[in-house]
């Protein structure tokens, strides 16, 4: 046999249980589908097609003939006058019953004596050993002489009993004659395919029943797996789409920012020298905290808080050079939460926010804080300004950065963080994040 050939056989069984192996599957699949109502429905239209079916060719064509066979422990003899049968029993008494078109003889016979041990059995015989019995003698009636007539009813009633006990006794030894010669009959009819198919189409259908009971838990279970693997695939599209987004922003305000910068630092150098270098190095302070942990945060979607303050301290510091009295600042941070996880850029892009809509349009300025505080087990974070208030200024935003920062809270933590806006008791606005407290190893690892 060729190395070919041989692969062939041996592929052809794989193939042959790979088929069975998916219509099994499609079948169970097919089942898992139909609702119970249905799936009953169907299988009581499928019992009665089967018993109509089972009456009809070819399924109830008979293979073979019906016949009667008819086994009995006792002689038996068919012959065309009826049938003999001839049974013994343990008393000794023997009986022959007889069949045939006048009716049912059962007539006793003559005890039979025992059979010798020595003596063979005849072939086909099954008469035990049978002790000696006297026969019956009948009932007589003794009477004394000169018996009265009391007497004599007396001894007459007696009499009458012990032919009533006689006949009982002859009626019981009869019926157990017959229980025992009693031939056993069989009727053989000729088999057809339409005798079963009810009974395997019922069992078909309980079959059927624990397959879908056990195929609706495993694809139940395949399909919330599905399901869970296309979430997590759409939530990690967004989240890539909404950090893009950020980063977007990002690129866009730091450009921005940068060379105004350097623009206030060129133009203070011939007039306030020491105001430049001071704002010079509050740029590269600010340029050293944020560009490397851009990357950072990018790829691990959350940092410490204390690295966006790291950021936030030289941006005000520049803006305050920029706006001299007009600004004031005050972060207000407790150093235990400063190792608290929170997600990068959204401190800064609230700050951004503040600054541009609510205090810079306002002549007289006004003050920013920062705070951070446990609430209900949850860390704060809240960006507070004195400005013209949410949306009243003539260079309010579009809304798209707050609408973001939602959007990436809810990638990250769900139903968990929240954003909300509101008035500023002192005037302006109050922006504050919340976001489950965990705390951070100093490896950046959360605790």
């Given amino acids: 046999m060729s190395?070919?050939?041989a692969s062939a056989a041996a592929s052809s069984p794989a193939r042959f249980f790979?088929?069975?192996?998916?219509?099994f599957i499609a079948y169970a699949r097919w089942l898992e589908s139909l609702s119970w109502k249905r799936f009953f429905l169907i299988a009581i239209l499928a019992i009665i097609v089967t018993g109509i079916l089972s009456e009809l060719p070819p399924f109830n064509i008979p293979w073979g003939k019906d016949r009667q066979e008819l086994r009995a422990s006792?002689?038996?003899?068919?012959g065309k006058d009826g049938i003999h049968i001839e049974g013994v029993k343990r008393d000794g008494r023997s009986y022959e019953i007889s069949i045939d078109d006048s009716g049912v003889h059962v007539t006793p016979k003559a005890p039979t004596p025992p059979t010798p041990p020595s003596a063979p059995t005849p072939p086909g015989a099954a008469v035990p050993p049978v002790p000696d019995v006297a026969p019956d003698t009948g009932v007589t009636i003794r009477l004394p002489k000169n018996a009265s007539t009391d007497e004599v009813k007396e001894a007459i009633e007696e009499a009458k009993a012990e032919i009533q006990e006689k006949i009982a006794e002859a009626q019981s030894q009869v019926e157990e004659a017959i229980a025992e010669t009693k031939p056993r009959m069989r009727t053989v009819r000729a088999?057809?395919?339409?005798?079963?198919?009810v009974g395997f189409m019922i069992l078909w259908i309980f079959v059927s029943a624990i397959i879908k009971i056990m195929a609706a838990g495993r694809f139940k279970a395949e399909a919330q797996a599905v399901q869970a693997t296309e979430i997590a695939e759409s939530e990690a599209l967004k989240r890539q789409v909404v950090e893009a987004r950020m980063a977007a922003m990002q690129a866009q305000v730091e450009p921005h920012f940068l060379f105004n910068t350097l623009a206030s630092i060129d133009h203070l150098i011939e007039t306030d020298p020491s105001r430049a270098s001071k704002m010079q190095k509050n740029l590269i302070a600010l340029l050293r905290a944020s560009m490397p942990t851009m990357r950072e945060a990018n790829a691990k979607g959350t940092r410490d808080l204390g690295r966006e303050l790291a950021v936030i301290r030289p941006y005000l510091e520049i803006l305050k050079v920029r706006m001299e009295e007009r600004l004031q600042t005050d972060v207000r941070v407790p150093e235990g939460l400063l190792s608290a996880d929170f997600p990068p850029m959204m401190l800064q892009s609230l700050v951004e926010n503040a600054i541009k809509h609510g205090l810079e349009p306002k002549p007289e300025g006004g003050s920013l804080v920062v705070s951070a505080e446990i609430v209900h087990g949850k860390l704060a974070v809240t960006v507070a300004?004195?400005?013209?208030g949410f949306g009243k200024a003539a260079t309010a935003g579009t809304g798209i950065g707050l609408h973001?920062?939602?959007?990436?809270?809810q990638l990250l933590y769900g139903n968990k963080a929240t954003l909300t806006v509101a008035e500023n008791p002192g005037g302006g606005t109050?922006?504050?994040?919340?976001?489950?407290?965990?705390m951070r190893h100093p490896t950046g690892e959360e605790a």
Wanted: charge should be positive; charged fraction near 20%.
């Fill in 3 to 5: 190395p070919s050939s």
């Fill in 18 to 23: 790979q088929g069975v192996r998916a219509t």
């Fill in 74 to 78: 006792s002689h038996v003899n068919i």
């Fill in 191 to 197: 088999f057809r395919p339409g005798d079963h198919m």
């Fill in 385 to 388: 300004d004195s400005g013209l």
């Fill in 404 to 409: 973001n920062i939602r959007e990436r809270l």
């Fill in 430 to 438: 109050a922006v504050t994040i919340t976001v489950p407290y965990s």
